[in-house]
């Protein structure tokens, strides 16, 4: 509420203060006591806690408390920035892992974002040993300019490292091969080292990684018997995957892990089967329709640019018909 009294005497309208009553730990809680869980074990109450940046100690360590003490999971998206490693030894007199650490926000059921800009030497032991995740988002990093994960440094300092996109506005789509395949080059030109963060790496940082990160591990992230039939299906017949063939993997054709994290994308998905039930077959949403979603979405994207009188930027050299 202290964010809305302050908008109110500085003048400042902004339509997100009708929702900050909603933005608390007890909303939080209330939440999770009444959502999670339901359809079929399919949603998950998690706190997201907001990015330390000058914010007060004490409010991210009650946050960090309150996840402990009920057993909910908790996201933050942390050392992002340029600038966040000196904001964190200013404003707190310690590195990003230690204040998450110190407010209670490190632990299995944590997922950091980012952690683009930390003291490595004191800061990975502190994740390793809390077994904190820290979710990569490659695409993210790189169109923002805020730098490249160390990523290699994680894996071997045993960081549980997952994969993610971060916001569609960051990143532009939410397509994890995109980001598969960036994670598996990317690293290896910073480093001038081939070797790193191989094919496999990356597709594990995209399924058991992250249902570890999840605490999910025992029922997603791979297909193992007893496990949830989660699952997608990938068409690499294409030109693109070419001379890739199924039928000659056993006598040593082209692996298809490295088929799947370096030539596919989001469209060479054929089918995705969630705990059992098939929602996507033949690329196409079973139980939605997909062309009124982009009429929609298309409807709603222009009454939001009328209201907010904002543009978009084009090149002012060409000339669009």
Request: one cysteine or more.
């Amino acid at each position: 509420m202290k964010v809305q009294e302050t908008n109110a005497k500085l003048g400042i309208s902004d339509p997100r203060d009708k929702d900050i009553e909603s933005m608390s730990i007890e909303s939080a809680l209330a939440a999770h006591e009444r959502h999670h869980g339901s359809f079929d074990d399919r949603l998950h109450v998690w706190m997201a806690a907001g990015t330390p940046r000058g914010s007060p100690f004490s409010a991210h360590k009650a946050i960090g408390d309150a996840c402990r003490k009920h057993d909910i999971g908790l996201t933050m998206h942390c050392a992002e920035a340029p600038k966040d490693l000196e904001i964190y030894r200013d404003s707190y007199h310690c590195t990003p892992a230690q204040f998450c650490r110190d407010t209670n926000l490190t632990g299995r059921k944590t997922v950091l974002a980012h952690m683009v800009h930390l003291d490595l030497d004191v800061d990975l032991p502190i994740l390793s040993e809390s077994g904190t995740t820290v979710a990569h988002n490659p695409t993210s990093n790189c169109k923002l300019a805020s730098g490249i994960a160390r990523v290699p440094e994680m894996v071997t300092g045993r960081v549980n490292v997952s994969l993610g996109t971060d916001g569609a506005p960051c990143s532009n789509t939410y397509d994890m091969f995109r980001e598969m395949h960036l994670a598996g080059i990317l690293h290896k030109g910073a480093n001038h080292d081939a070797s790193l963060v191989g094919a496999t790496a990356v597709l594990e940082m995209a399924t058991i990684n992250g249902a570890l990160a999840l605490g999910l591990h025992n029922e997603i992230g791979s297909l193992e018997v007893g496990k949830k039939a989660d699952l997608v299906v990938v068409d690499p017949s294409g030109l693109h995957a070419a001379p890739f063939d199924a039928a000659q993997i056993l006598a040593g054709g082209v692996d298809p892990v490295t088929v799947v994290v370096y030539s596919c994308t989001g469209s060479n998905v054929d089918i995705v089967v969630v705990d059992g039930k098939v929602l996507v077959e033949g690329g196409k949403l079973t139980a939605i329709d997909e062309e009124d979603v982009k009429t929609r979405a298309r409807e709603v994207i222009g009454r939001i640019r009328t209201s907010s009188n904002i543009r978009a930027k084009t090149n002012s050299t060409w000339k669009y018909v």
